[in-house]
């Protein structure tokens, strides 16, 4: 370990390191080591506010009702269908995950934040048989949404309720014979916006999710039995990868919390004994910050680890020093089932704060050319490319844009541009992509664009993102009106809020005459960007006070 944490290159390239550990496991065959290790262990916990309704999982149990939800799949779909679930954070996300992993089914991960428009897309793209879903989710209708979009669909998915989901799992043969599922086969579809506006299913293999997982929590900081509080979207591959199946190869306890609340988070650690999180920048701010912080004892919490924004220094001292907590920050791409780089626990503050870590384990990674994709010298800037184990079998059905981001020679070019120091640590200095960071969440602008081209009044639009201290970056529309009056800002919001999930809605709006163009026509967002912050483009004023989304 310290050989491959002391190395010193001479180019922006670092090789893959082995330091064991790595298992050609599937998903199921993760489970059933878990519960055969650690089968009274507490495995799973709904973390609900109400105590009363506080479901609990031991491994033996968890172990139990994932193969009676395979065995209810099986019993209706066949190995290498699709199962979507649509859903906040209940535990049914992780008897599903191991569920359709042992049924050889695929799972397809749907933001509960969607409208139906991008739920039509989803159910379509990856041609879902089955769809589990909630009833409501913050007064909005998601059982009608869903059986809405299934009718409008050639082949429509079977639409269940998650409110019945005891009673889908007494629907199985309990006898019925698992298929043989191998390490390298599809286990998950996660979504993910495209610069071309088209949504993209990235497919994702078991054993780089049992691996990734596992050196993830690993240098986070999970401990084996340890307790992991997790209030990320289970949608999310942070939640689900490092969450639903890092945990148990751990053999750690997962308390899935409903939603997240700085005091309700509190009051969960104190009365589990929680141990790690995973928290955005702003969360792990919210605690500190908190005036009844003291109330509460969180002094078992010894890890968190952050990602997707830049952690302040002040902050990795202060969770340090006032709550005996190590910040990690890891750095992840999806395509890459997850995590890719991190800092260690005892790495120095400036290197927490200002890098993004070394590659994980058996990855290689690279600073490339933007135009050659040679490796470029120490220091120097180009794209950060990653090969190994742990990239995706590609974008399901989407051949062209696979061989995009996927080159012949393995390499998974990730848009993202970083420098790498002598020691292997990674530094983001920009983007290829037109990506926005709002708060953890990554929003592309082609798929907002596309739907403001449908409100009247617009002649162009392009969405950009505008520094912000609370959030990291706000989503902000640059307009150009179709004729003499501009279309209403606030009218152009609760559209946006209308058709797609909250967060991507522009909270700045914009308008100008024209965009700085290309000489091959495109727009140069990076001047509108320089534009909005000398000043010379200003946001319109909205007549409706924002809510926090």
Request: hydrophobic content about 45%.
């Amino acid at each position: 370990m310290e050989a491959y944490r002391t190395r010193t290159l001479t180019e922006s390239y670092w090789p893959a390191a082995d330091i064991g550990g790595f298992r050609a496991w599937t998903l199921g065959h993760l489970l059933a080591d878990t519960a055969a290790r650690a089968p009274e262990r507490l495995a799973l916990v709904a973390g609900t506010r109400d105590p009363a309704k506080r479901r609990t999982w031991t491994y033996r149990q968890l172990e139990r009702d994932a193969h009676r939800v395979a065995g209810a799949l099986l019993g209706r779909y066949r190995p290498g269908d699709r199962i979507a679930m649509w859903a906040s954070n209940i535990p049914e996300w992780v008897l599903m995950l191991y569920g359709s992993a042992l049924a050889g089914m695929t799972l397809v991960t749907i933001n509960p934040a969607f409208r139906q428009r991008e739920l039509e897309y989803v159910l379509e793209r990856a041609e879902v048989s089955a769809l589990f879903v909630m009833d409501t989710y913050r007064g909005f209708e998601m059982h009608a949404a869903a059986t809405s979009a299934a009718e409008k669909l050639n082949v429509p998915p079977d639409v269940f309720r998650i409110a019945d989901f005891e009673s889908f799992m007494e629907s199985g043969d309990k006898d019925t014979a698992l298929p043989t599922v191998s390490p390298d086969s599809p286990a998950m579809i996660m979504f993910t916006s495209g610069t071309t506006g088209a949504q993209k299913g990235i497919v994702l293999h078991h054993v780089g999710l049992v691996n990734m997982a596992t050196f993830a929590q690993a240098r986070g900081g999970l401990a084996d039995g340890g307790v992991n509080v997790n209030i990320m979207p289970m949608f999310h591959l942070g939640a689900m990868g490092v969450g639903g199946i890092g945990s148990v190869a751990h053999r750690a306890t997962h308390l899935l919390a409903e939603e997240w609340d700085p005091e309700f988070y509190m009051q969960l650690v104190q009365e589990f004994g929680g141990t790690y999180s995973i928290l955005v920048p702003t969360m792990i701010e919210a605690l500190l910050t908190h005036p009844r912080r003291a109330e509460y004892d969180i002094s078992t919490l010894r890890n968190l680890v952050a990602g997707a924004a830049k952690v302040e220094a002040r902050t990795v001292r202060r969770a340090a020093s006032e709550m005996n907590c190590q910040i990690v920050i890891l750095f992840g791409q999806t395509e890459m089932h997850g995590v890719i780089s991190g800092v260690h626990m005892d790495d120095a503050v400036d290197d927490k704060t200002d890098t993004l870590g070394q590659p994980m384990p058996l990855i290689e990674v690279k600073i490339a050319d933007i135009e050659t994709g040679e490796i470029l010298p120490i220091g120097e800037i180009g794209e950060i490319c990653i090969r190994g184990y742990q990239q995706m079998i590609g974008y399901y059905k989407m051949p062209d844009e696979t061989a995009k981001v996927m080159r012949p020679n393995g390499w998974i070019h990730s848009g993202d541009l970083g420098t790498m120091d002598a020691r292997g640590f990674l530094r983001i200095t920009g983007r290829l992509k037109e990506m926005i960071i709002r708060g953890g969440e990554n929003i592309f602008p082609a798929e907002i664009e596309e739907l403001l081209r449908e409100f009247p009044g617009v002649g162009d639009v392009a969405v950009v993102g505008v520094p912000d201290p609370h959030w990291g970056e706000q989503v902000g529309a640059v307009v150009i009106p179709s004729g003499e009056a501009r279309p209403d800002p606030d009218e152009m919001r609760a559209f946006c809020r209308k058709n797609i999930a909250a967060h991507k809605a522009p909270s700045l709006w914009f308008f100008a005459d024209g965009f700085p163009l290309t000489e091959t026509g495109k727009v140069q967002k990076f001047k509108l960007r320089q534009m909005i912050d000398a000043g010379s483009l200003n946001a319109a004023p909205l007549k409706q006070a924002q809510r926090p989304v």
